[in-house]
């Protein structure tokens, strides 16, 4: 079931690729953004996280951390020197999709399959000028999985969602700055 705005956020408590303990409760007092995201090889999903990790100073000094998803596993993860750099940001391994449920992303094969026709093209000539990892699905990963998108508040309260329609359909940039400075 889909998430709704103005709710607390379901809480985890898991490791991330690093060993690192990520307990969501210990971001209580900050503003907080957690992306969900397909495969360690999507590049719609990796031009996404080089571009938050290049804001990320940014985001961090007005007061923003951010958590990622992915449903690889560790072991793939681990393997890419992109996804090694994303650190200090936590990255975690969710293969079973048990955080995916409990956010409410639902899989869409329909969706995926339109984005792939629509726009793979530009995003693998995009991803490979930024130099981020493009390659098949591994070991249990998904063609279906569909990304999302969520701001916390203070006090982990769900005040921003974006379940993507396409592969390419994120929360803008401005919208996660107007969050971060307090403005919307």
Do not use: W
Request: aromatic share 10%; proline share 5%; with cysteine.
């Amino acid at each position: 079931m889909k998430l709704q705005k103005n709710v607390p956020a379901p809480l985890f408590k898991l490791n991330d690729i690093y060993g690192r303990s990520i307990d969501l409760n210990d971001y209580r007092d900050k503003k907080v953004f957690i992306g969900f995201f397909r495969h360690a090889g999507c590049p719609f999903c990796n031009i996404r996280v080089h571009t938050l990790q290049k804001a990320r100073e940014e985001l961090k000094a007005k007061g923003l951390e951010m958590i990622f998803f992915f449903e690889s596993k560790q072991s793939v993860l681990l393997m890419s020197t992109f996804h090694k750099e994303v650190s200090p940001i936590p990255l975690i391994s969710d293969p079973e999709k048990k955080m995916y449920s409990a956010y409410g992303l639902e899989p869409s094969g329909y969706k995926s399959a339109i984005s792939h026709l629509t726009s793979f093209v530009q995003t693998a000539y995009k991803a490979s000028k930024l130099g981020v990892p493009m390659h098949m699905m591994a070991d249990g990963e998904s063609i279906s999985t569909m990304p999302a998108e969520f701001l916390l508040s203070e006090g982990l309260i769900v005040k921003e969602i974006h379940y993507s329609e396409r592969l390419n359909d994120r929360l803008s940039l401005e919208t996660i700055r107007a969050f971060a400075a307090g403005k919307s």
